[in-house]
Every structure is written in C-alpha cells, then in structure tokens.
C-alpha cells in the first residue's frame, strides 16, 4: 500500500477518535508513528514540542510528521486525514445536537463524555511526559515548568523556551 494511503487512513482514524481535542490520541499516535514509520518516541515529543511552540493550533504538528514521512505530499496527505473528518463529524453532530435542546439524554451524554475527554487527554499528557523525562534533570525542569506555568502570569511560550535551553546546558554540562 502507498506510504500516502497509509498515513491519510492512520490520520483520518486517528481523526475519528479524537475525543476532546488532538491531546487525546497522543498515546495513540505515538505507538502507531513507531510501529508503521519509524518515528521513535524522541522524534515524537520533538515535533510535539514544535507544534506546541509554533502559532496556531497545536495539532498542526501532525503536518511536520507528514512532511518527516513523505515529504510536501504526506503532508497535505495528513492534513486532509486528520482535520476534514472530524471537522464534518463535528459539523453534522453539532446541528443534530442543537436541534435537540435541553432534552434529558442531551445532557446524560455530555456529563459522559466529559470524563473520557479529561481522561484521554490527560492519557496524551502522560505519554508525552513519560518519553520526556528520562532522567532527574529532565524531571527537574518538567516540575520547574509546570510550577511556573500554573504560578505565575509569564507566558507559557517564553517559560518552555527558557525550560528548552536550560535544559540543552544542563543537559551538555552533566553528560
């Protein structure tokens, strides 16, 4: 099967599944980038870390891991896959749920799925920091990161970066 096939139906499943957001199928997506294209855990919270730094929405990562397999084509490959299926799943769902109102089974579905969501993406959460922290530097700056993110109002941007490049010293310095 064409490497483009593969990576638009990986993408458009991966699509499919993305309950509360792109974070949710980071478990997912790395376990399947390793298995069918080579893509180790490291190469994965790289581009991750990219995308979470670039503009726009962080989920257009998933256009570098395209452009890594197959170049110009396998991303446009992956961005058509993993952006227009859900986008028209939410486009349909959200008419047929807005014509519902506020009946009852509305909203036993949505008190549902809001803990699937938290728990899946916090499932992404984990599979991005067990491939990040590999050793006690690296658990120091991830702690550090996160103190300063939920403890003060600097820019999260400015903090991963100031995280970044400590950690590429500490990193040199000690090994």
């Known amino acids: 099967m064409s490497i483009l096939i593969q990576l638009a139906l990986s993408f458009a499943l991966l699509s499919i599944l993305a ?9 997912e997506m790395q ?5 069918r294209f080579g893509i180790d855990h490291t190469q ?3 581009i991750y870390s990219f995308g979470q730094l670039a503009p726009g929405p962080n989920m257009l ?4 891991i ?6 110009f084509l396998g991303a446009g490959a992956v961005l058509l896959a993993f952006f227009l299926p859900s986008s028209i799943l939410c486009f349909y ?9 506020e009946s009852p089974w509305r909203r036993s579905i949505q008190n549902a799925l809001e803990p699937i969501s938290i728990g899946l993406m916090g499932s992404g959460v984990y599979a991005v920091g067990k491939a990040s922290v590999v050793n006690p530097i690296t658990l120091a700056l991830a702690l550090l990161t996160l103190y300063l993110i939920l403890r003060t109002k600097i820019n999260p941007v400015f903090i991963i970066l100031g995280s970044g ?3 590429t010293l500490l990193l040199a310095y000690f090994h």
């Open 19 to 27: 309950v509360g957001g792109g974070t949710a199928v980071l478990p």
């Open 31 to 35: 376990t399947l980038l390793a298995q």
């Open 44 to 46: 994965f919270v790289h």
């Open 61 to 64: 990562m998933v256009l570098v």
């Open 66 to 71: 395209g452009y890594q397999i197959a170049g």
């Open 93 to 101: 769902i959200g008419r047929l749920w807005n014509r519902f109102g």
């Open 165 to 167: 490049g400590l950690g």
